[in-house]
Each structure stands twice: as C-alpha cells, then as structure tokens.
C-alpha cells in the first residue's frame, strides 16, 4: 500500500508542476508544429518538372515523330525545328534547350544536357519509348503491313512513361514523421526529471522522514519508479493523441504495439536518470550529464531532421542512439507492419533499464538513508 | 518503564567515532533534553534512534524491543521531527500530514481525523488548504512538527525544532511539546537554546566527543558545579580582552563572552575578584557593573565541556 501511497503522490505532484507540463507535452507539440511544417518539402513523394523545350531535326520521309511531337506536346513538351543557321547541340549544351533529337533514316539521335538529369532522363524515357514503337512498326510493316493499323489503334496507348511506385501510400509526411521523432525524443528527456526522484528527497530532507517512517527502501524506490511511470505514460499518450487530433499524424493501425514500444522506452528513461543520479556524487551532474546524452541522441537518432541512409562511422553513431532503434521500430509497425522490428528496440530498452536499475538498486542498499 | 534504552552504542565515520560506547535510558512521560555543541554526536545519536544511521555496536531498545530486530514497530511508535524542514512545498499542508501519516498505515476516515487533529494541533487548520511556500517560518516548523505527530507516537524526537524563528512561533512550539508531553509522549528533545531546555526538560544529558558526560535533572546538573560561582562582569567594549590571561588567573575555570557581558566562572575557594578586575583595568577595559550569580545550564555546559553550546 505504501508503494501506491507513495506512487499517488509522485503522479500528483508532477501533473502540478507547470514547468513540467510544459515541457512534456506543450514543448513536444509545439515542436512538432514548427519542425512538421518548416521541414515539410523534405518530405515530398513528388517532384515538380517545369516543361520541357526540345529541338528537333527531322530528315525522314515518313510522319511518325510527328506523330510522337503531337502526342508529346500534351504532356507539356514544347518542339522546335532546328534551323540551318542553328547548331542543337550547341544550344542545348547553353541550356537553351532540355535536348536535341535527330531523326534520320538510320535512327534516332537524342543529345541532353547533364546539368539536369531529371528532364534528360525523361526525355530519354519518351524517345525510347518512341523508338521501341517505330521499331514494332517496322517489323510488322514487314511481315503483315495489314495489321499495323489494327496493332497501334486496338487499346490506343499514349503514355511513352508510366512511373509505378512501389510503395505509393505508405510515406510518412514530415508531420507523420514528427509526430514519431519528438515522441520518442520528449519520452528520453523523461530521464531528467526522474534523476532527481531520489536526489530530490535528499536535497529537501524529507528523505529523513521518510527512512524514519516504516517504510522499505524498496517500497519507496518502487514507488518512486511506479509513479514516474505512470506520469510520464499518460504524458505520451497525450502526445500521441494531441498530433493524431490536431496535425492528423498517422499513428498506423497498430496504437497498442506502438504504445508498448514507448512504454520500454519510458522504463529506460526513467531507469536511465535514476542510474546515472546514483552514479554521479553532486546533485547537478545528473541533470548535465542526461541533457548532452539526450541532445546527441536526439540529433543522431534523427529528431531534429530525417537521417536517409547514413554511411560508415555516422551509420555506427546514428546506431548507437536509442532513439534511431525506437523511431525505426515504430516506422516499421506503422508503415510496414513490421512487427519484427519491435524486438531490437524493446530488447536495448529492457536490457538497459535492468542494468541501470541494477546499478541503483546496488548504490541504494549500500548507502544508509535514502 | 523505560521508553528508549541505550546500550554500549558506538558509531564510527571512516576513522572519526561519532558516538563512543553511549549508554543511557528515557522513561516513559519524560522530555529528555539532549546538549551538546555542534559534533558532539547529539545528531549522529538521534539519527540511529530513528532508524536512519545503523550503529556499529551496541543496542538500542524502543519499548523494551531491540530496535535493530523489530525496525517496523520501533518506526511505528516514533515520531521525528527533523533539524531542516521535510515537508513537499508542492503540496498543501493537509496532503503533507496526510502523505506522512499515510506511511503508518492509517487510512479513510481515522487517516483524516488524525490529520485534522494534528493540524489543529499546531494551529494550521485554517491553512490546510495552503502550500508551504505562503507560510512563514514559524508556520513551516509548526507544519514540520504536524507530519511528526499525526499517527500519535509514544516517543518524539525534536532535534532542533525552533531554529531560526520568532520568539512567538518559539512560545508556540515549546508549549506545544509540553501539551504533547502531557497527553502521554515521551519527547527527547535537542536545542541550542540553554534556556529552552532548562524551561522544558525534565532530564538533561550532555554529550561532548561523542560521550555522555554528565546526565540527570537540571538540579542534578548544576549540583555538580556547587564549588563554583558566575561573575558577570559589563564592560565598555571586550575587543582587548585576553580570555586565555584571565583562565590563568587563579581559580577561574571558564570565561565567555556575551555581548557586553564577561561571563566568568570561578572557584568559590579562591578569591580571585581583585586579580580579575585588576587585569581588566591593566587592559584598559573599562567596567561597567559587576554581579554574581549562582551557576546556570549554561554554566554547567560550558565547565563540563570547555566550550560554549553555540561554539563550532
């Protein structure tokens, strides 16, 4: 009962706190809010191609590019009949143009400039898919001439690019994306008030009073963990339901198995500020030590901007970051319903918070008082 | 029956023994007056009867039950009342008594009386609805000693109860320890205020390196400084006093000072007046009046252990 008692008032006076409020759940929005929208265009799918103008240099006899400049130009391709007096190349190597085609009896020549890749590539794709065509024309023109018009007007196909995403619906937007980063991140900053759980006793007296009560070290430390948990638990789930209301952040199908992730991840913070508060002597160290843990973890576990596909000894930082395991796992349920991925992150959160509580546990029964 | 025994207990720090080989007992119905200077071992003691400091040796018994054996009961029937405010400024004097007394596994409606009771004790019950921090001083020790005396222990420990607060708040305090001590408590009570103790303390035991020095009624004590007398001696200004040439002085067996007064204790054998006032003239320290005075707590505080109650 006492655990309860003691849990109760832990609960109760951390909600009283405004400065505590403030920082766990209007500072996490907020931040949300600002990042979410600042940041947005790094999270766009689709990427926005101005038209393109293309000179064109046509020697055939036949009328099938322009056929193609017909069809193309309702994709907002804009074509030019090159002039003796101008060189194509020349021009498209000025920028004036996005490419240069030459169309002769032997085939088709495309020249792009590399300065833009993006218009290139597309326009590779479409005079490929030109070719490719001009080439099935020519062979039934060989062997059965009377069945190319039936071929090319059965199903009339004017697309010469048809991009298929592979994954088209399941991107997080980048308050999606903040939603997930500035929760598991604000959940970690729960170490900081739960470093002083102890400390803070000590530094009031009242610890005095309460070894004085019959009442077990362990009670009280149980208690004290109990309590934390609970506060900061209620505090996530008000996170999670603020940015699901208000920013429409998608929290997946999964809200249980996601919550449980963040619960683990609440033991270690907790587990981690009490820890580092037995392991450091002054009252103050605690609190330094857990803000530069955080900060780095924060910005290596992708808080503050999306980390894509980092490379040797940043790959092995951004690993060493909790928060890269926990906003990974929590992608993965929502984004993949990857389960599997819960397993990593769930484990290092346990496995972290059984020695870090071990190491208290210890400091605790050796020392008289609390 | 004896409330708290004492036997043979000895707590050491490192190399530094806080409490050497103590012994001593309280009956029950007593306010038992601890003195000692700063590190003498007065807290170093409290604190293992409260359970917050292990001794190295020795025994020490609550209710007749070895304290060390039966901790839950000997929590059960103590109350301690801390030097430094333990109280939640977050949280409004009820919650404070009522958390406190909560850990002694009262509960509902008998929890809520206690805890009304204990705050009409000490004179809070208009306040119980406010936090600490709009209280002032006094306030906050009467709050202190409320979270003590909610769940009605046999024995409450005081240690320092009055620090830092205003003569009025002081009158407060001290006759609620005198009521307390009526309705049945045993207090041990410890205080840098000689003359608190003298005015409440049924029984007075010194302490100085970590050993009772002499114990017993204040009758008792000041009995055993019968062959010495107190010189008060008002002075201008004591700024050239030599205390160390006035102690060589035959007969004189301590001197403080106090204000304007010099405080001198002396052998009623030797008479020594002439010297005294013949040195201080020789320093050019011009006397104002002179009076003798049959010896104090203080006196006997200060002939025991050499230096005065409030020295560091």
Redesign the interface.
């Known amino acids: 009962m006492n655990i309860l008692n003691i849990a109760w008032k832990g609960i109760k006076t951390e909600f009283r706190d405004i400065k505590t409020l403030i920082f766990l759940l209007a500072f996490p929005i907020l931040l949300m809010l600002v990042l979410g929208t600042a940041l947005s265009n790094t999270f766009t799918t689709s990427l926005p191609v101005d038209d393109l103008h293309v000179l064109y240099k046509d020697t055939t006899q036949e009328g099938s590019f322009q056929q193609f400049i017909k069809a193309a130009e309702k994709s907002g391709m804009h074509f030019k009949k090159v002039t003796d007096q101008v060189d194509g190349k020349k021009e498209v190597k000025r920028s004036t143009f996005d490419g240069y085609v030459e169309v002769t009896e032997n085939g088709v020549q495309l020249y792009v400039n590399d300065d833009n890749s993006i218009k290139g590539s597309i326009l590779q794709g479409m005079v490929s898919g030109y070719v490719d065509k001009y080439n099935i024309a020519s062979e039934i023109m060989k062997t059965a001439p009377d069945k190319l018009n039936a071929a090319f007007t059965a199903g009339e196909q004017r697309d010469f690019i048809k991009e298929t995403s592979l994954n088209p619906n399941k991107q997080p937007g980048s308050m999606d994306y903040y939603a997930i980063v500035i929760t598991t991140m604000i959940v970690l900053y729960g170490a900081l008030p739960a470093s002083s759980l102890i400390v803070s006793e000590r530094v009031r007296r009242t610890a005095d009073r309460l070894i004085a009560a019959p009442v077990r070290k362990s009670e009280i430390f149980i208690g004290k963990v109990l309590g934390s948990l609970v506060s900061n638990g209620l505090c996530v789930i008000l996170v999670i339901l603020f940015s699901k209301l208000l920013f429409k952040a998608n929290w997946g199908d999964h809200l249980g198995l996601v919550f449980l992730v963040l619960l683990t991840e609440v033991v270690f913070a907790i587990s981690l500020g009490i820890g580092i508060s037995f392991l450091t002597k002054s009252s103050a160290a605690p609190q330094v030590i857990i803000m530069i843990m955080v900060q780095l973890s924060s910005f290596f576990g992708g808080a503050y901007f999306k980390i894509d596909n980092p490379e040797g000894i940043f790959k092995l930082i951004t690993e060493l970051s909790p928060l890269t395991w926990m906003n990974e796992a929590i992608t993965k349920i929502i984004y993949a319903n990857d389960f599997a991925a819960v397993i990593p992150a769930i484990s290092i959160n346990l496995i972290g918070s059984f020695l870090l509580l071990l190491v208290a546990i210890i400091s605790l029964q050796r020392r008289e008082g609390l | 029956m004896n409330v708290l025994e004492i036997k043979n207990v000895t707590k050491k720090f490192a190399d530094f023994i806080a409490v050497d080989n103590m012994s001593l007992a309280v009956a029950e119905g007593e306010i038992f007056g601890f003195l000692g200077a700063n590190g003498a071992g007065k807290s170093t003691t409290i604190?293992m009867i409260?359970?917050?400091?292990?001794c190295n040796d020795g025994i020490i018994s609550i209710l007749g039950k070895n304290s060390a054996k039966h901790?839950?009961f000997a929590?059960?029937n103590?109350g301690?009342v801390?030097q430094?405010?333990?109280?939640?400024?977050?949280?409004t004097a009820y919650e404070n008594v009522k958390?406190?007394a909560?850990?002694?596994?009262l509960?509902g409606a008998e929890l809520h009386d206690l805890v009304v009771e204990a705050l009409e004790f000490v004179g809070l019950q208009d306040k119980h609805k406010s936090y600490p921090n709009s209280f002032s001083g006094g306030m906050k020790r009467r709050l202190n000693i409320a979270?003590?005396i909610a769940h009605r222990p046999k024995l409450i420990i005081m240690d320092e109860p009055t620090v830092g607060i205003d003569p009025q708040s002081r009158n407060y305090i001290l006759n609620s320890v005198k009521k307390l001590n009526e309705m049945g408590c045993t207090i041990i009570y410890t205080s840098h205020y000689m003359e608190e103790v003298e005015e409440i303390c049924s029984r007075i035991a010194i302490i100085d390196h970590g050993k009772i020095i002499a114990e017993g009624t204040k009758e008792q004590l000041k009995s055993l400084i019968t062959n010495t007398k107190d010189l008060w001696i008002e002075v201008k200004s004591s700024e050239n006093l030599n205390i160390q040439a006035i102690k060589e002085i035959p007969g004189v067996e301590a001197v403080s000072i106090e204000e304007y007064f010099i405080k001198i204790n002396s052998d009623t054998g030797v008479n020594n007046l002439n010297k005294i006032i013949e040195h201080l003239i020789n320093n050019g320290i011009e006397i104002r009046g002179l009076q003798e005075k049959a010896p104090n707590l203080e006196t006997v505080f200060l002939t025991l252990t050499g230096r005065n109650l409030r020295d560091q």
Do not use: Q, T, V
Not at chain 2, 50 to 54: E, F, M
Not at chain 2, 85 to 91: G, H, S, V
Not at chain 2, 102 to 105: H, S, V, W
């Open positions: 604190n409260a359970g917050l400091l292990r901790s839950r929590k059960m103590l301690m801390p430094d405010l333990a109280i939640y400024e977050d949280m958390f406190f909560g850990l002694y596994g509960r979270c003590a």
